[in-house]
C-alpha cells in the first residue's frame, strides 16, 4: 500500500518524501495518528492531476507494476480500459495472460481481471505467443471483441485471433483465428476513427503493413483499406485536425530502433515519406509504439504516444513511455521523456521541465 502512494506522484509530490518519514516515525508509536495523516495523504493525492512517469514501474491500486505490455485503451462509459499482455513473473508457462485496468484520469489505473488466460488453441503447442491484444466495443453486438496476434513458438503461424466477451472486464472467450485478407500478421494495432469505425492495423512481413476496415460485427475483416510498404511493426494511428498520422517501429525485436512517422488526408493514402518521431540515436527512448491515444478536452486535445520498453530477459518488468506528442500540420514529435500531468477534463498536458 505504502508502494502504491508514494509512487503515485502528484502536485504533491515535495511533502510526500517529509509526510512518508513523519509517517513512519509515528508508525510505531501512534497508530491512530498514522491512520488519519494517511487517509490525508491519499486524499490529497487522489485529487489532483497525477503524474505520469515515463520509464519507471508505474504500480496499480494494488501497488503492482501494470502487466498490460504491447497494450491498447478503449474509452466505454467514463472510464478508460486498457488492456495488455500479462507477464506476471511465475504465471504458468502453458497459458498466455492478457490483463485488464481502469482508470478516469489516464494514471491511476485499478486492476479489473486476467481476462485471458489461454491454453494453446490450433495445436499451437507449448510456447505459444499471445501478444499486443486490442479491444474494440462493437455496438451492433453490444460485445467486445479482442484481436492478438497468435503464434507459435517460431512465429510461423502469423495470424489474428479473435476473443469475445458481453462485459469489458469479464472472461474473454477464444472464437477463432485467421490470416486477415489471407495475409499474414504478425504485430497489430488497432485504430478508431473519430466516426467511431475500427481499423485493425497489421504488420505483413513478405509486403509492409495494412490498415483494414472491420466488418459490422468486427468478427472479421470487410475490406483493405491500404497497404503502406515500408517493413514495420508496432503500428499505431491517430487522426488529428484533419489529417491521418501512421507511426511504426523498425523489425529490430525487442530491442528499440527510431520509429517513424508518416501521414495522409485519407487512411486509403497515398501516405508521405516516413520521418523520425525523435532524434534518431535516442532510438526513441528505448520504446517502441503500441498505440496513440487521443484525449479530446474542454480546451485542447492532447496525443499520447504510447510505447513499451521491453525488458526480454524480464519481461514482467517491461515498462511504458507514455507522452504527450508535438503534433499537428503534418509533424509529429516525441520530445524527450520527463514526468508530466494530464487533465483528461480539459485535455491539457503539462510536461515538467
Ligand atoms: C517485436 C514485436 C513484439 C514481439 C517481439 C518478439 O518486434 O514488436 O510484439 O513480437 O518482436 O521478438
Redesign the pocket.
Known amino acids: 500500500m505504502e508502494y502504491a502512494i508514494f509512487n503515485q506522484r502528484g502536485p504533491l509530490d515535495h511533502l510526500i518524501p517529509t509526510m512518508k518519514t513523519t509517517l513512519l516515525a509515528l508508525a510505531g508509536a501512534l497508530p491512530s495518528a498514522l491512520t488519519l495523516s494517511f487517509c490525508l495523504v491519499t486524499n490529497a493525492v487522489a485529487d489532483g492531476p497525477q503524474t505520469i512517469q515515463p520509464g519507471e514501474l508505474w504500480p496499480d491500486d494494488r501497488g503492482q507494476h501494470i502487466q498490460a505490455h ?1 497494450g491498447g485503451i478503449i474509452k466505454y462509459g467514463d472510464a478508460y480500459y486498457w488492456f495488455g499482455e500479462d507477464r506476471t513473473r511465475g504465471l504458468p508457462r502453458d497459458k498466455r495472460y492478457v490483463a485488464c485496468y481502469s482508470s478516469t484520469d489516464l494514471a491511476h489505473w485499478t486492476f479489473r481481471h486476467q481476462v485471458v488466460a489461454l491454453a494453446p488453441p490450433e495445436n499451437l503447442g507449448r510456447g505459444f ?1 499471445l ?2 491484444p486490442k479491444v474494440f466495443y462493437n455496438a451492433l453486438s453490444n460485445n467486445f471483441v479482442m484481436y492478438a ?1 497468435i503464434d507459435d513458438r517460431q ?1 510461423k503461424y502469423a495470424s489474428v485471433a479473435v476473443l469475445t466477451c458481453d462485459k469489458v472486464d469479464g472472461d474473454y472467450q477464444y472464437v477463432k483465428s485467421f490470416r486477415p485478407l489471407n495475409h499474414e500478421s ?2 497489430i494495432g488497432q485504430f478508431i476513427d473519430d466516426d467511431g469505425t475500427a481499423y485493425l492495423i497489421f504488420e505483413d512481413r513478405p509486403f509492409g503493413f495494412r490498415i483494414a476496415k472491420l466488418a459490422p460485427d468486427y468478427l472479421s475483416i470487410e475490406k483493405e483499406m491500404c497497404l503502406i510498404p515500408q517493413h514495420m ?2 503500428g499505431a494511428l491517430v487522426h488529428y485536425h484533419g489529417l491521418y498520422y501512421a507511426i511504426g ?1 523498425a ?4 530491442n528499440p530502433n527510431p520509429n517513424r512517422f508518416a501521414t495522409a488526408t485519407n487512411l486509403a493514402g497515398p501516405w508521405s515519406e516516413f520521418k523520425n518521431i525523435a532524434d534518431p540515436e535516442m532510438k526513441t527512448y528505448g520504446a ?1 509504439s503500441t498505440m496513440m491515444l487521443k484525449v479530446v478536452g474542454t480546451k485542447t486535445t492532447t496525443v499520447i504516444f504510447m510505447g ?1 520498453m ?1 525488458r ?1 530477459q524480464t519481461q514482467w518488468d517491461s515498462r511504458y513511455l507514455w507522452m504527450p506528442l508535438e503534433i499537428g500540420d503534418g509533424k509529429l514529435w516525441l520530445n524527450k521523456p520527463a514526468p508530466w500531468t494530464l487533465d483528461v477534463k480539459t485535455g491539457e498536458a503539462v510536461v515538467q521541465k
Open positions: 504491447g505467443i501478444e499486443r496476434h512465429y504478425r504485430d511493426e508496432g517501429s523489425l529490430t525485436g525487442w517502441q513499451d521491453w526480454p
